[in-house]
């Protein structure tokens, strides 16, 4: 059988994919397909390929660690080269109060435990979380995910729920004293690409600190030098008193993390003892590979360069005649079209024209542009003009 009859057949989707590319090779920017046929992510595998495809010092990493060890013990049993220099290296970036680094797989496990650490250090259950957020799939990270569509069919999920209005100031006293934990996204990703107000966001930290909740951010989808910065968070002059990451932090390999203070993660450790275990988290190669990736990030200023490549993209595609507007920060960008122009039927031009180019979960009014930060001034134009062309085939 074919693989595509066999992706078909076995292969369990969580949406139908009738017009699946099979792709054979990636390299730096580019994807190519089975036929030969090259494609520029303008995705990044959702957020996840900052530092590109097989960026060498990556692939370096990975092939070094192979030659020492793979899986040895669970999680937090062993002390392990890649996870103590890349915990070290994180949080030699973060402030005084993230200094303790929890590995997980993937960004919904950073949300589960990230949730548990909020209830366990306050003593509370209630979380407060936002309309049109994302967090994830499972059980907890689904609870706090303002869609209603996604969640109905999985009910009864958490209970003390309660959903905010994202950048709405009044909204922020439904914080109370029992609060055990306000999660929000600095950018709303799903949504479209919202950029919340520093006034908002100065005042929301404020309402934690007054009630004694923990503010969560969840950079799944914006750190890692996404927005023009190592992490969202510092565009606000705001720190979470935990941050979840994942997605572009193992430079293609699986990997996430939740961040927060010693003190905060020892009521982990104790009463009861393994208040949280992973038995893959912090793999040794996924933690090299993030290792090398975070380096080129920094070394190579990736986050320095992410707005001024963004500013390309816009002023260019931002004129053409069926776009309404486009909200930009960083290598993250949601191109708005004028009404009456179909989305998911852009896209389709778009593969045609050799762009990968994806949706938003919560606005299907806009198109998602985030290529690799490595992308090149030259790569750059070749998309914008590709856009263009597939803007132009619309009329």
Excluded: W
């Amino acid at each position: 059988l074919h693989n595509r009859q066999l992706f078909m057949q076995h292969l369990a989707a969580p949406a139908e994919v009738p017009d699946a590319l099979e792709i054979v090779r990636s390299e730096g920017v580019f994807l190519y397909d089975k036929e030969g046929h090259r494609f520029i992510d303008l995705v990044s595998g959702v957020s996840v390929s900052n530092v590109g495809h097989r960026h060498p010092k990556v692939i370096s990493a990975i092939e070094d660690q192979l030659k020492k060890y793979l899986h040895l013990m669970v999680y937090g049993k062993y002390i392990q080269s890649p996870q103590v220099k890349l915990a070290g290296l994180i949080t030699s970036k973060l402030p005084n109060n993230l200094q303790s680094v929890f590995f997980v797989n993937s960004g919904s496990e950073a949300i589960e435990g990230a949730l548990k650490l909020a209830k366990r250090v306050t003593g509370r259950s209630e979380i407060v979380a936002f309309k049109n957020a994302y967090h994830g799939s499972t059980h907890g990270a689904l609870s706090v995910l303002g869609n209603e569509e996604m969640k109905y069919a999985y009910r009864p999920l958490l209970p003390e729920i309660k959903m905010l209005n994202f950048n709405k100031l009044e909204d922020l006293e439904k914080i109370t004293t029992k609060t055990a934990a306000v999660i929000i996204e600095p950018i709303q990703a799903e949504a479209g690409i919202l950029i919340p107000d520093e006034e908002y966001m100065i005042a929301l930290r404020k309402t934690c600190d007054e009630t004694g909740s923990l503010l969560i951010f969840d950079e799944v989808q914006m750190g890692f030098g996404r927005t023009g910065k190592l992490f969202a968070f510092e565009h606000f002059d705001v720190a979470p008193d935990i941050l979840c990451l994942a997605k572009g932090m193992g430079g293609g390999m699986p990997i996430g993390a939740f961040v927060s203070s010693k003190e905060h993660m020892l009521t982990l450790t104790h009463n009861p003892a393994l208040g949280h275990i992973t038995t893959f988290g912090g793999h040794p190669v996924s933690c090299a590979a993030a290792l090398a990736s975070l380096e080129v990030i920094i070394e190579d200023r990736l986050y320095e360069k992410a707005n001024e490549k963004g500013i390309l993209f816009k002023t260019k595609i931002k004129k053409h005649s069926i776009v309404d507007h486009i909200r930009q920060i960083g290598l993250m960008l949601g191109v708005e079209l004028k009404d009456g122009y179909s989305v998911s039927k852009l896209i389709k031009i778009l593969q045609k024209n050799g762009l990968i180019v994806d949706q938003f979960l919560f606005n299907n009014t806009s198109f998602r542009i985030a290529p690799p930060l490595t992308i090149n001034e030259d790569e750059i134009e070749l998309s914008i003009e590709k856009v263009i062309n597939s803007l132009d085939s619309f009329y």
